[in-house]
C-alpha cells in the first residue's frame, strides 16, 4: 500500500509505527499538523503543553519511564526547549526521544528565520534532515533506533516545503510492540548536580564519537554516482539540485550533525570540483572546510530566505543571487478577518494614539495599514516584559501611555511569569489578553484555557481571570472585545494608574464559531458620504465602490459592527441573512 502523506503526516507515521508511547509539543507552523496526525493514527496519547519547554520536560519523565516519545515544535519553540535540550544530552534518555523541529526559511509565518542544525552541534546532539515525506516517515523510524542505541534525544529536522508537501510513502510498517513501563534509579545518569555532570558530559562526548563511526555506515547517508562536478546537500536542497543536475554526482547527507567525515573525504577526493548547497546559513560547508577539503559554498546573499531551483542553478553555476518578483502583481498583505475580535480593539489603541507592546498571534497584524496601532513584536511573551521595561525608563507623558496585548494560548505559554514580574516589581501598565478561545494562528489548537483536551475531550479549563488575580492584579476586568467604547473607559481610567491592571476582551474567532454573529450589515447608499472612515478598520468585507461610496460584501460580513460604530453618518446598519 502506497499513502499520500505530507512530510508533517509521515513523520507521525514514522512514529506510530515505531511504538511511540506519548506525543507532546505546542503548535507552531509548519510543524502543528504532527501531532493531530499521530492522534488519528490511534492508540497513543497525544497532547498539547503549555509551552515547549514543558512537552520536552514531560518527554524526559515518559522516555525515563520506557515509553518512547515524540516532541513538535517550530524552530522558535526549540529556543524555549533549549533549556531541557542541553541537559537531556548529559543524561541521557531510557526510550528513545525524537524532537521534530520545524525550519521556517523564508519566514512565511515566523518572526525570525533560523537555522536549527546549530543545536544540534551547540547541544551534542544527532540530527537527521529529511527530504521528503519517504524520509520523513524512514528518517522517523531511524531517529527513535539511533536515540536508544546512542543514549541521546535526536532532533529530526523539517522545513516548510518538507512539512506541507505531499508525496507518496511506502514501506508502511506495523506498529512496534512497546516496552514494559517503570522507573529503575540511578542518579549518576538522571540527576545532573555537578558532580554527577562531570561523568556524564565525557560520556556524551563518547556517545557521540561512536554515532560519528556508525554515521559512515548509515543508509539515508549517500553517494549518487555521477559527473565530475558534484553536489554535497541535505533536506529540501537535495530535491532542488536533483531537478536543476540530475546528472551530477551526489552526496545526499541525512544526518547531517555528526557527520560522515570518511565519506564526505572520500567523495571529495574522487572529484575534481565539489559544491555545497544547503538552504539557510553554511552549516556543512563550515564543518566540511574545518576538515581541510577544499570544497565551494554559496556566496553570502543566497544565506537568507529560501532556495528554489532558479537559486540553486545560480549557485552550481556560481552566479549571483536574484529574486525576480513580478511588479505587475499587487501586494497582497495579510489582514485580520472579516468581524475579527482584534480589530475593535486595534481601532481603540489607535484613536488614543497609545504605544502597543505586542506578542505572537493573529493579532501582529494590528501592526499593518490601516490600523497601525501594534509597536513591537520580538517573541512569545515578550509583550509584557517589554511594557514593563518601556515603563521604566519612559518619561512621565510617554510612560502612562504604554499597553501590552497578548493572546491567550500566548498569555498561558509564556505571559504569566511576565505579568508577575509586573506586579513584583511594583509597576504600572495595563495588559490586555485578547481571548479568542483558541490558538487560531496555527490553526485553532486549544490550549488550558479553553477547557478541551487536543483530542477534543473535555479538560480542566484555566481560568484566566484567577490567574491573573492570583498573580496579584487587583483590577482584572473582562469586556466583550467589540465593546469598543468600555475598552477606551478602562484604559481612560487605568493608564495613569501605578498599579497593573488587566482587561480580558473576550469573543471567539469568528473562523472557529461562524454561527455566533448572527446579522450581517449594509451600507445605505444615500445616506454614505464617502468619507472613507469605516474603511480604517481594514475589514475585508468593505470595499469602495467607482463613485468612492463604500459597499460591504455579504458573504463576508460578520456582523461585528465595527465599521458601523465607526460611519459617521449612520450609513451602515443590520440586515438580516438570508
Not at 355 to 361: F, K, W
Request: charged letters at 25%; a positive charge.
Amino acid at each position: 500500500m502506497i499513502l499520500l502523506l505530507s512530510g508533517n503526516e509521515a513523520a507521525a507515521r514514522g512514529a506510530w509505527e515505531a511504538g511511540v508511547s506519548l506525543g507532546t509539543g505546542y503548535p507552531g507552523t509548519p510543524s502543528s499538523e504532527i501531532l493531530p496526525a499521530l492522534h488519528k493514527l490511534g492508540g497513543v496519547r497525544a497532547q498539547w503543553c503549555v509551552n515547549e519547554k514543558v512537552a520536552l520536560e514531560v518527554a524526559s519523565g515518559a522516555s525515563w519511564a520506557g515509553g518512547r516519545v515524540l516532541v513538535t515544535m517550530k524552530h522558535v519553540g526549540l529556543n524555549v526547549a533549549s533549556d531541557p535540550l542541553f541537559t537531556l544530552a548529559y543524561t541521557g534518555i531510557r526510550g528513545g526521544v525524537v524532537i521534530a523541529v520545524a525550519d521556517d526559511p523564508g519566514m512565511h509565518s515566523s518572526q525570525n528565520e533560523q537555522d536549527s542544525r546549530h543545536y544540534a552541534r551547540a547541544a551534542k546532539v544527532p540530527l537527521l534532515e529529511p527530504a521528503d515525506s519517504q524520509e520523513a516517515r524512514d528518517f522517523t523510524r531511524l531517529a527513535f533506533a539511533l536515540s536508544e542505541e546512542f543514549d541521546l534525544p535526536v532532533i529530526l529536522r523539517l522545513s516548510t516545503r518538507v512539512s506541507h508537501s505531499r508525496g507518496p510513502v511506502k514501506r508502511l510498517g506495523k506498529v512496534r510492540p512497546r516496552g514494559k513501563m517503570g522507573f529503575v534509579k540511578d542518579p549518576l545518569k538522571y540527576v545532573m548536580i555537578p558532580a554527577y555532570a562531570r561523568l556524564r558530559r565525557l560520556s556524551l562526548d563518547r556517545r557521540l564519537a561512536r554515532l560519528a563511526r556508525r554515521a559512515e555506515t548509515l543508509a539515508c547517508n549517500r553517494v549518487e554516482e555521477g559527473e565530475q562536478k558534484a553536489i554535497i546537500t541535505s533536506g529540501i536542497a537535495y530535491q532542488y539540485c536533483r531537478e536543476v543536475n540530475p546528472a551530477a554526482a551526489c552526496l545526499k547527507l541525512g544526518l547531517v550533525h555528526p557527520l560522515p567525515e570518511r565519506m564526505i573525504r572520500d567523495f571529495c577526493r574522487c572529484h575534481r570540483s565539489v559544491t555545497v548547497v544547503e538552504e539557510l546559513d553554511p552549516f556543512l560547508e563550515t564543518e566540511i572546510k574545518s576538515l581541510g577539503l577544499k570544497i565551494k559554498g554559496k556566496a553570502e546573499s543566497f544565506r537568507a530566505g529560501e532556495l528554489n531551483p532558479d537559486r540553486v542553478k545560480n549557485i552550481l553555476l556560481g552566479r549571483p543571487d536574484f529574486s525576480p518578483t513580478p511588479r505587475s502583481l499587487p501586494p497582497r498583505p495579510p489582514v485580520l478577518c472579516p468581524g475579527c475580535p482584534h480589530r475593535a480593539v486595534y481601532i481603540v489603541l489607535k484613536k488614543l494614539r497609545l504605544i502597543v507592546t505586542g506578542d505572537i498571534g493573529c493579532y501582529t497584524l494590528g501592526t499593518l495599514s490601516p490600523l497601525n496601532a501594534l509597536d513591537t513584536c520580538l517573541c512569545m511573551g515578550a509583550g509584557i516584559g517589554q511594557m514593563e521595561g518601556l515603563r521604566a525608563l519612559l518619561p512621565p507623558e510617554q510612560r502612562k501611555k504604554v499597553v501590552a496585548v497578548i493572546g491567550d494560548s500566548t498569555f498561558v505559554h509564556s505571559g504569566i511569569t511576565g505579568l508577575i514580574d509586573v506586579v513584583y516589581n511594583g509597576w504600572g501598565g495595563v495588559v490586555i489578553i485578547l481571548d479568542n478561545q483558541t490558538t487560531a494562528m496555527t490553526g485553532h489548537q486549544h490550549h488550558p484555557a479553553t477547557g478541551r483536551s487536543l483530542e477534543g475531550e473535555p479538560a480542566p479549563r484555566l481560568d484566566l481571570e484567577e490567574i491573573c488575580r492570583a498573580s496579584g492584579v487587583k483590577r482584572v476586568e473582562v469586556i466583550s472585545s467589540y465593546d469598543g467604547s468600555c475598552l477606551e473607559a478602562f484604559l481612560k481610567d487605568s493608564l495613569g494608574r501605578d498599579e497593573p491592571s488587566v482587561l480580558i476582551a473576550r469573543a471567539p474567532c469568528v473562523l472557529l464559531f461562524k454561527g455566533s454573529l448572527s446579522t450581517v450589515h449594509q451600507v445605505e447608499l444615500d445616506l454614505c458620504r464617502a468619507c472613507g472612515r469605516c474603511l480604517e478598520c481594514g475589514c475585508p468585507a468593505l470595499s469602495r465602490l467607482s463613485d468612492g461610496k463604500v459597499e460591504i460584501n455579504p458573504r463576508l460580513c460578520r456582523g461585528c459592527s465595527v465599521c458601523a460604530k465607526l460611519c459617521p453618518f449612520g450609513a451602515i446598519h443590520k440586515r438580516s441573512e438570508k
